[in-house]
């Protein structure tokens, strides 16, 4: 039943949407909290962080990635941090970008349509539910959206309030990027722009926006919102409310996808076989990808979608290494992405671009170039989830890509 709800500034109608009937992993457990609906209600009356307008233009640059005529990189942290919601923090993120975009265009010869994996990218999927922090057994850790990263078992009970926070660290990272953000003549026109793994329902469901003069409805949390390998079931909430909004949108897809299901998961969510609106981002491993890919993507040119192929070398190369701490070779990150590279092409295909998880200062969370060994990783480990490439590392990427 919709139910209006009067706030000091807002009445707004909530609308049960259909999608948080069906079944949805991955989400946090914090509904009994007795701020639930009050936190619900400010978040479903708040202003769009990012506008249709916007959008559209994200819209139109993937549209001609899809065609063949640009290239896409997105890039930014595993998981942000509210604490680095700051303006210098964030001026050095966008910098960091525009350098690397900026060496994608030169050695491609091709304009770049640029994405920050910021401004929301605050929740994490795990996949278990508790993990080992100094011996001692905590609730995991699921992006500062859900609960706190410090190990205490009381500062990882999934929190509510976190969504407020989530919504005002994104405005504020927003509004730097939009300060920040200059183009040059290698650069697709628009932006900013930027996206995030729309996790957690509850968060992204308060922020969809109807436009009153088109009726479109629009996730306006992010330009480009993703779902991830984790939550890409067909018959599953993710995929349906991602089904009912006009973003353009991306869809992990792993070693374990099918042809079928990925063609399945193209025609729910690219119905008008439109460029622009969906982009698959391949993150199958080194190994994987070999065998794994070119059978997806003869099936997806054979019923005609014009996505965006993109590459995420980084989530299927994750190792540990033997005092536990997580890590990618950069060795193999560029298998994976010239890997993509050759089997998009042979099967006469657009490999778009690169989706990185990369840092704008000197980490050394993966090993290669600038981190030699196993052993250089305790320098500078500071990422709150999965390891990122340093500037450096980023580079080197680029380059062996093209
Ligand atoms: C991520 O992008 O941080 C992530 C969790 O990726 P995936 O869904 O591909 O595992
Ligand atoms: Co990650």
Redesign the pocket.
């Known amino acids: 039943m919709p139910q209006t709800v009067k706030l000091t500034e807002f009445t707004y109608t909530r609308t049960t949407a259909p999608w948080m009937t069906l079944p949805a992993t991955q989400q946090p457990h914090w509904h009994h909290h007795p701020e639930y609906d009050l936190i619900e209600a400010e978040l479903s009356g708040a202003l769009p962080l990012v506008a249709h307008s916007e959008i559209r233009e994200a819209k139109r640059a993937l549209g001609l990635a899809a065609l063949g005529e640009a290239r896409v990189l997105q890039l930014g942290d595993?998981?942000e941090s509210f604490s680095d919601a700051d303006p210098l923090t964030t001026s050095r993120k966008v910098r960091n970008i525009q350098r690397i975009a900026a060496r994608m265009a030169e050695r491609s010869g091709q304009q770049v349509a640029r994405f920050g994996r910021m401004a929301g990218q605050y929740a994490?999927?795990r996949s278990s539910n508790f993990e080992t922090v100094g011996g001692v057994d905590l609730p995991s850790f699921r992006g500062e959206l859900v609960n706190s990263f410090e190990a205490d078992t009381a500062a990882r009970r999934h929190d509510p309030e976190r969504m407020l926070m989530a919504y005002d660290a994104s405005s504020a990272v927003i509004r730097e990027v939009r300060a920040h953000w200059a183009g040059t003549a290698e650069e697709l026109d628009g932006g900013p722009w930027v996206a995030h793994?729309a996790l957690v329902l509850d968060y992204e469901n308060a922020l969809i926006r109807t436009d009153e003069r088109t009726g479109e409805q629009f996730l306006t949390s992010t330009h480009f919102p993703w779902i991830?390998?984790?939550t890409r079931q067909l018959d599953h909430a993710h995929v349906s409310m991602f089904a009912s909004i006009a973003n353009p949108i991306g869809c992990?897809i792993?070693p374990t996808a099918d042809p079928e299901t990925v063609v399945r998961l193209c025609q729910l969510l690219d119905p008008h076989h439109t460029p622009g609106r969906l982009t698959l981002?391949v993150?199958m491993g080194h190994e994987d990808i070999h065998v794994a890919l070119a059978p997806i993507v003869r099936a997806v040119q054979r019923a005609g979608h014009p996505v965006v192929w993109v590459s995420?070398p980084?989530?299927g190369n994750t190792v540990t290494t033997g005092t536990g701490r997580k890590t990618r070779l950069v060795s193999h990150i560029i298998e994976e992405a010239t890997a993509f590279r050759h089997i998009l092409e042979t099967e006469g295909a657009h490999a778009a671009g690169l989706h990185l998880?990369a840092a704008a200062t000197d980490v050394t969370e993966c090993v290669g170039g600038s981190v030699p060994d196993e052993k250089a990783l305790s320098e500078r480990y500071e990422t709150l989830?999965?390891p990122r490439l340093n500037p450096d590392q980023a580079l080197r990427v680029i380059d062996a890509f093209f």
Do not use: F, L, S
């Open positions: 595993c998981a994490k999927p793994e991830g390998e984790r992990k792993g981002i993150r995420d980084m989530h998880e989830c999965d």
